[in-house]
């Protein structure tokens, strides 16, 4: 298991940018799948993005698909997502997830390790 700490969440205009981070512990890094999701008030956690370990892989949810980017730094032990184009419906609090076995579920359950998530409000 890896101890996961989000940063960069905050109040920004519709149109504008955010850029998360997810630092993780532990020097197994590089071996774990990294995702962000999000959960808004009253609706379930959904998947937002991913990156594989080894391969870099990323994949993405439709919504959010042209607009967002998810990277890693194996090196600082960090993964982050670059916001763009933010909407409203984009509000919610974001969350990190590892994982170490393979494959990218989308379900939040087949996620190991989460951090404590950071809000993110787009106004408009």
């Known amino acids: 298991q890896v101890q996961l700490v989000e940063s960069g969440g905050g109040l920004v205009q519709v149109g504008g940018s955010l850029r998360l981070s997810c630092a993780a512990s532990g020097r197994t890094f590089s071996s774990y799948a990294m995702a962000w999701f999000r959960q808004a008030p009253g609706k379930e956690r959904e998947f937002v993005a991913a990156v594989a370990w080894g391969s870099g892989n990323t994949y993405y949810a439709d919504s959010v698909k042209g607009r967002f980017t998810i990277s890693r730094d194996n090196a600082k032990n960090t993964a982050y997502l670059q916001m763009n184009s933010l909407k409203p419906e984009d509000t919610a609090v974001y969350y990190c997830?590892?994982?170490?076995?393979?494959?990218?579920?989308?379900?939040?359950?087949?996620?190991?390790?989460w951090g404590q998530g950071t809000q993110v409000t787009v106004s408009s």
């Open positions: 997830g590892a994982r170490s076995n393979w494959g990218i579920p989308a379900e939040p359950t087949r996620w190991g390790s």
